[in-house]
């Protein structure tokens, strides 16, 4: 019987490579350097594009209820950015808007406050709340866009 010895593994995976003896893994010949291949950065990176914006009602109920529980928190402007959120998948979302208006004025910000007030009653004037709502709109300064 015949003993052969194995081959090192460094000379079984070169005899298995298609490569000509003389040639690196990159494709080089000994002694020279790989050749430098220049990319171009993409034109905009995906994290800073704009978000678009469909109507999806499932999604604007769940940025809805985040809201809500960082409104429990006390976090309110964790709370106005989901609301804000929940406001863009879905424009005709009432109670979003409220709830936005409610963040704003927790902020002491007026503007926006106003701002979300007005759009509230515009989508639910006749919402048991609008008689409320429209004191708050009189008592809070006019939006920038106004003045």
Not at 50 to 75: C, D, H, M, T, V
Not at 104 to 127: C, I, N, T, V
């Amino acid at each position: 019987m015949m003993f052969v010895a194995p081959l090192p593994r460094a000379a079984a995976q070169e005899r298995l490579s298609a490569r000509p003896a003389g040639e690196s893994k990159d494709g080089a010949a000994k002694g020279q350097q790989p050749p430098v291949i220049e990319v171009e950065p993409p034109e905009e990176d995906e994290a800073s594009k704009p978000r678009e914006y469909a109507f999806n009602p499932l999604q604007a109920e769940k940025e809805f209820r985040i809201g809500n529980f960082y409104w429990k928190k006390k976090s309110y402007r964790a709370a106005a950015m989901r609301y804000e959120e929940a406001t863009k998948w879905n424009p005709g979302y009432a109670e979003a808007w409220f709830r936005l208006g409610e963040a704003h004025e927790r902020m002491k910000q007026p503007g926006e406050a106003r701002a979300a007030y007005e759009e509230f009653l515009s989508l639910a004037s006749d919402d048991k709340r609008a008689g409320e709502v429209k004191k708050r709109v009189a008592r809070l300064a006019p939006s920038k866009k106004e003045s």
